[in-house]
């Protein structure tokens, strides 16, 4: 690990969760090709084959459904196996079922709040105890737009995100006095799986992008910067703290 680059993550071991696509397969590869030594978890194997293949770096990966907090707490050793006990966790599986409020179900909801929500506190919580070995981890979380503004159709979604922002302060009050600190992204408008149907609406697009500061949805490196710096050095004395990649969006 580099001593003079505080934005190094050259030989951590990290784990990312929904990496085989979107914002964590951008952020899964910037981490593999800058060193880090990165096991990445989805649910669909083909998907994450891709990545490994088009990835340069030490990469393994692990297919399996993280729909259940029991999984997530069988994922430590198997995530371990590859190339030690990992460093840093970036928590960037998700999902929106975008059930209106009427419509929410039972199960919508606890697929929603288990994936969003309980997944990444257990899988975390798995992970801490070889990270307060070391004095020196890294968990990076996913909130959202929704962590801080009620949408449309995000009922569900809107609570998982809105409890992300929470869970990464009451993660950061209780582990960082061991080296470990917890802070979240909440990206803003990025075309991806979750947001295919805002983006094939050309409208819908547009109108997003108006509202930001900048003018402009995000594009893949825009994560790319903040998610390194909530994985490396220097963000050592930053803990619990969601930071808005959204250009602006929630500035106005």
């Given amino acids: 690990m580099s001593e003079s680059d505080p934005f190094s993550v050259a030989g951590r071991v990290a784990v990312v969760t929904g990496a085989s696509g979107g914002l964590g397969r951008a952020i899964a590869t910037a981490l593999a090709e800058r060193g880090a030594k990165v096991v990445g978890i989805a649910r669909r194997a083909d998907a994450l084959e891709d990545w490994r293949a088009e990835t340069k770096g030490n ?19 198997r995530a371990s196996k590859p190339f030690g006990a990992p460093d840093i966790l970036v928590n960037a599986a998700g999902i929106n079922t975008r059930q209106a409020a009427d419509d929410v179900t039972l199960d919508g909801w606890r697929t929603t709040i288990d994936l969003n929500l309980a997944v990444p506190f257990f899988l975390a919580q798995s992970l801490v105890p070889a ?69 094939d609406d050309p409208e819908r697009a547009a109108r997003n ?32 703290q969601i930071l808005s990649v959204d250009g602006g969006f929630t500035a106005r």
Avoid: H
């Fill in 59 to 77: 990469t393994a990966l692990i297919a399996t459904d993280l729909g259940s907090p029991d999984a997530a707490q069988t994922l430590a050793a």
């Fill in 131 to 199: 990270m307060k070995a070391k004095n020196w981890g890294r968990i990076v979380n996913f909130a959202s737009l929704q962590s801080f503004r009620a949408f449309p159709g995000g009922l569900a979604y809107g609570s998982s995100k809105g409890g992300i922002a929470q869970m990464t302060r009451a993660m950061a009050e209780a582990w960082s006095r061991d080296g470990i600190t917890a802070n979240a992204l909440a990206p803003g408008f990025f075309r991806t799986e979750l947001t295919a149907a805002v983006f």
């Fill in 209 to 240: 992008a108006a509202q930001t500061c900048i003018g402009r949805n995000g594009a893949m490196a825009d994560i790319i910067g903040p998610a390194l710096f909530f994985c490396s050095p220097a963000s050592d004395y930053v803990t619990g």
